[in-house]
């Protein structure tokens, strides 16, 4: 098994569950309304990368109508995603799916919304993962994929906290939001030929959204 999904199994997947129910708790309804707000997509299908314990689908379910696609590779993950969208009465609008971003178990054009929070920076190859994120976009979908904790304030009391508990954690945000990865994700979207999109680096985090356009729109 690759390094990086080790990671993401047994202590791992727990330590997840734990950090998002305690400290991060407060930013995923934070993260959920910044990008229905920016969107107005509510209705249809989401699809959440790597979406861990679920607290983002969850928050997206609870302030949409969206029916939300909870894809993770790790399965211990998964395990405590269940548990939360069960606990949150959500288990008529959240769907578990195991894989992975780099070969996604969906059909092109079949997402009005994809959302990923903290995965794209454990990707190994980000211009395969972006070529299936931009094949099952639909037309007139959007994506916010990144990293972020909704604002500054959020952003401010997390970062404090999370050094104070490991002091590694500040380099690995540096890196990141660093300007030479913001270019790399910018050059990979132009290499792999995605005609319009945005990055966003700011209070609220590092989000690539990009749009998809209905077919013979200008
Ligand atoms: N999005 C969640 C959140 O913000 O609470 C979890 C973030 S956690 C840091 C990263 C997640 O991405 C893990 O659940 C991991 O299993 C998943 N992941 C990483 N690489 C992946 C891949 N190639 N395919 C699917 N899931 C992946």
């Known amino acids: 098994m690759p390094d990086t999904k080790k990671k993401f199994e047994k202590k791992g997947s727990r330590g997840m569950d734990e950090i998002a129910k305690t400290l991060f708790a407060p930013i995923y309804p934070v993260i959920a309304e910044n990008l229905i707000q920016k969107f107005g997509i509510t209705t249809g299908t989401c699809v959440d990368l790597g979406s861990g314990p679920a607290s983002l689908s969850i928050a997206v379910a609870r302030q949409s109508y969206l029916t939300v696609i909870a894809l993770d590779y790790s399965r211990d993950m998964h395990e405590a995603a269940e548990r939360n969208i069960n606990e949150a009465g959500l288990s008529e609008r959240i769907r578990l799916l195991c894989g992975d971003v780099h070969a996604i178990p969906l059909d092109d054009d079949s997402a ?3 959302i990923s929070r903290g995965s ?6 980000i211009h395969t993962a972006f070529r299936e994120i931009y094949r099952i976009l639909k037309p007139g979908g959007k994506t916010y994929i990144g990293g972020g904790f909704g604002n500054k ?3 401010d009391e997390i970062a404090t906290a999370m050094i104070k508990k490991n002091p590694d954690w500040e380099e690995f945000n540096r890196k990141n939001i660093s300007p030479e990865n913001v270019e790399r994700f910018r050059t990979m979207l132009d290499e792999i030929g995605v005609p319009d999109y945005e990055i966003i680096l700011g209070d609220e985090g590092f989000w690539i959204v990009i749009s998809k356009k209905e077919p013979g729109a200008l």
Do not use: K, Q, S, Y
């Not at 794209?120 to 190859?125: A, C, G, K, Q, V």
């Open 153 to 155: 304030d959020l952003r």
């Open 112 to 114: 009005d919304l994809i």
């Open 120 to 125: 794209m920076f454990f990707w190994d190859d």
